[in-house]
């Protein structure tokens, strides 16, 4: 007589790590080049992966943000010469999913391109611009939210770190990023300006490094 013992433990492989790159905004102020990093980017990210297929994912960037109407093609843009530099903080959570299988239990060399998406919260100052085209602070800070959507690639170098590559644009629910939309409700009607059908984006653009660990997992329910 035989007795078989079945493990089914659910324990999953984590991944934590850094972003490093620039950022760019797709706005009313700076340039209409839609991939042009021209300001740093640092953060950190966290990653639970379920299946060698998809991970859920968080992380949290900081960065400038800058525009320049000089760096536009846009005539008018470079007329008007209107510029700003402000801070950005994106908190941003989702699910990356990659076109082949990325088991890091399995040896070798492994690499896939993947997607993200999901949600994102941005805390940016409010500001805007006279008549004169001065940069005048609200004194207040504003949350945007909005959409990622983040093509990558990535590949891991050793056992326990994996390099990647992505471009990342931001979708947001708000038009105020490039202070071309006062927040106050008073000042809205006399020094908006732009597109005002149109909401603003960023781009964050660079390299994730992570470090995996935890116990080998079991998939069979995913």
């Not at 000089?70 to 008018?76: F, I």
């Not at 931001?170 to 005002?196: A, C, H, M, W």
Request: hydrophobic letters at 35%.
């Amino acid at each position: 007589m035989s007795t078989f013992f079945v493990q089914t433990s659910h324990s999953q492989i984590y991944e934590v790590g850094v972003f490093g790159g620039g950022s760019n905004l797709i706005g009313d102020v700076g340039s209409t080049t839609y991939i042009a990093p021209n300001a740093p980017a640092l953060g950190l990210m966290l990653k639970w992966n379920r299946s060698p297929r998809h991970s859920w994912r968080v992380s949290i960037i900081y960065s400038d943000l800058k525009g320049k109407d000089s760096k536009s093609d846009d005539p008018r843009r470079l007329q008007r010469d209107y510029s700003f530099d402000a801070n950005l903080l994106e908190i941003s959570a989702g699910m990356e999913f990659t076109f082949v299988e990325f088991d890091l239990h399995k040896s070798g060399i492994q690499f896939t391109p993947y997607i993200f998406s999901g949600i994102t919260s941005a805390k940016h100052p409010n500001y805007y611009f006279d008549n004169s085209g001065d940069y005048i602070s609200e004194g207040t800070d504003s949350w945007a939210f909005g959409i990622p959507i983040a093509l990558g690639l990535k590949s891991n170098i050793t056992n326990h770190l994996v390099l990647g590559f992505e471009i990342g644009a931001r979708y947001t629910f708000s038009d105020e990023l490039d202070g071309s939309v006062p927040d106050s409700e008073q000042k809205q009607p006399i020094f908006s300006f732009g597109n005002i059908n149109s909401n603003d984006w960023y781009v964050f653009t660079g390299f994730t490094l992570t470090y995996t660990f935890g116990q080998r997992p079991c998939y069979c329910n995913f």
